[in-house]
Nanobody, 111 residues
């Protein structure tokens, strides 16, 4: 079973940027689809963005134009570049692939 390790969360002011990273235990080249979910306090976990092995991407409407998901195969890493952050983006962000979740990384956006 694939294991996923996230990093890059933190505290940022509204309008700022963060980049999250996710490294799988195996080769990212062999993974068909990966993505990022987030869960805010008192809310259900929701999809933020997803990327396929063919680099097809999907975004939640709330982050379109602000967030960008990507994969760097030589670095075996998936990224989520988050720009124009808003307080409502505050949540624990989870890396995901079929059958596995990361441990989560906290993103806090202050107003």
């Amino acid at each position: 079973q694939v294991q996923l390790v996230e990093s890059g969360g933190g505290l940022v002011q509204a309008g700022g940027s963060l980049r999250l990273s996710c490294v799988p235990s195996g080769s990212i080249f062999s993974i068909n689809v990966m993505g990022w979910y987030r869960q805010a306090p008192g809310k259900e976990r929701e999809l933020v963005a997803m990327i396929t092995s063919g680099s097809r991407t999907t975004y939640a409407d709330s982050v379109k134009g602000r967030f960008a998901i990507s994969r760097d195969i030589p670095k075996n890493t998936m990224y989520l570049q988050m720009n124009g952050l808003k307080p409502e983006d505050t949540a624990v962000y989870y890396c995901w692939t079929q059958g596995a979740w990361g441990q989560g990384t906290q993103v806090t956006v202050s107003s």
